[in-house]
């Protein structure tokens, strides 16, 4: 058997990591993360705990990643598991919020692969500590996406969209017009970290490691 440890690293900071998430990752017999051609933020949160001859990285076209090439790093990464061995599949946040690692896990196919979760803090949730406001209190309802509609916004007490460099200003403007507060999140928990709540200011956002949390007021 061979198994392969999906690990959520969570938004950033190496202190953000879980005890287990190093744990596995010092006693895995190979790493696995996503090329980047800038900074690799899942690979850098966790640089001081990976033997560098142990990484091998596996390609996902930024918006063009498809089942096949899905299949392919299933492929890559089995080969390289050494027979009773293990890896580790790195990936930011946690596996189960809009994650390359999940995506892969529907297309296993191989019997004698096991794949384990291993959780990561979301950004979203280190977002809301770093307000130190609650996410949603008895009775509410929270709204999670990474695509913002104002019909969405009927239900919700509050609200976080991920991945907001396409349209950050036009979301923080649509959230005030319907009565929510709201706060910008640049590179949450990492040196460059920005928080705002200006609209303006919002104008020339396009970072895609950015989310807004927002509340309804009264």
Known sequence: MKKLY???TGPGDPELLTLKAINRIKSSDIIFAPYNKGKNMALDTCKDFIDEDKLIF??????????DIYRKNLDIIYEN???DGSGVFLNIGDSTFYSTSMNMYRESNYEDLIIELVPGIPSFLAA????QEALANKGEKFLLVDEYSEKDLEAADSIAILKTFKNAYEIAKSLEENNFTWTY???ISQDEQKIINNLEELKDMNE???LIIARRNG
């Open 185 to 187: 999140f640049l590179k």
């Open 58 to 67: 596996l390609e996902f076209p930024m918006g063009k990643v498809t089942k």
């Open 208 to 210: 895609y490691m950015s």
């Open 128 to 131: 809301g500590n770093i307000l």
């Open 6 to 8: 999906a690990i959520g």
């Open 81 to 83: 598991i050494p027979q």
